[in-house]
């Protein structure tokens, strides 16, 4: 176990819907990284955000958005969803923002978009 | 740019074989980070080691061993005596910079699917 946790475990909706994706990264932990991982893009980092902060962004969609709350939760917003959206979803946390710090990921999202 | 090759795609082994995979990167950093990853059946991806570029000297870790070489831009994870246990798709890393140079997103590979069979 990890200390990352993530909800909901699977979600299943329809095209043109919206949907929230909550991770809670491990105590202590300040930076909250997103990464997408489908069959044809494989592991991609999506956007990372350092104590309510956004601090980098990845090949993000328009149509996604992220936000890192006081309590240092994030949610990963994905709205007008296609059929291409369909993917795992991990959150990952980390100490700080020095690159030797390793990252823990939590269980993932597995979204089936309909 | 930043990229992570991991050619080989699928790899099947006997149990208690030894098995090596191989991770080549690619980054103008003179100071990196490499990381190796396992996402077992499960789903969830496991942390399994950190290597920074200025430190060259292999590391072993039970049945598990890595081998980091600059000259040949290649940080290649062994295991010893493969184990059923063994069996998911791991994933080289490397951590670069964004904009202000203050973050440590990851490049991953398109990962290895080891399979042990028994």
């Known amino acids: 176990d990890s200390g990352v946790t993530q909800t909901p475990k699977h979600l299943i909706t329809a095209t043109g819907q919206r949907v929230t994706l909550r991770c809670s990264p491990r105590s202590g932990d300040l930076s909250v990284y997103w990464y997408q991982q489908s069959l044809d893009q494989g592991l991609q980092f999506l956007i990372q955000?350092?104590?309510?902060?956004?601090?980098a962004k990845g090949n993000i969609l328009e149509r996604f958005s992220a936000q890192q709350f006081p309590d240092l939760h994030s949610e990963l917003n994905l709205s007008s969803l296609e059929l291409g959206d369909s993917a795992l979803y991990f959150c990952?946390?980390?100490?700080?923002?020095?690159?030797?710090?390793?990252?823990?990921f939590g269980p993932g999202t597995r979204l089936t978009v309909l | 740019a930043q990229k992570v090759t991991q050619a080989q795609t699928e790899i099947s082994v006997v149990e208690k074989e030894d098995v090596t995979l191989d991770c080549v990167y690619e980054t103008r950093d003179t100071t990196y980070y490499l990381f190796w990853y396992k996402q077992p059946p499960s789903g969830e991806l496991v942390f399994l080691i950190r290597r920074n570029s200025f430190d060259e000297q292999n590391e072993i870790s039970g049945r598990y061993s890595w081998n980091f070489q600059k000259s040949t831009s290649s940080f290649n994870f062994t295991i010893t005596a493969s184990q059923v246990v063994d069996s998911a798709v791991y994933f080289c890393a490397l951590s670069v910079p964004g904009y202000g140079g203050a973050t440590n997103k990851l490049i991953f590979g398109t990962g290895t699917l080891l399979a042990v069979q028994p």
């Open positions: 990952a946390s980390s100490a700080g923002l020095a690159r030797r710090n390793e990252q823990f």
């Open positions: 955000y350092y104590n309510g902060e956004e601090r």
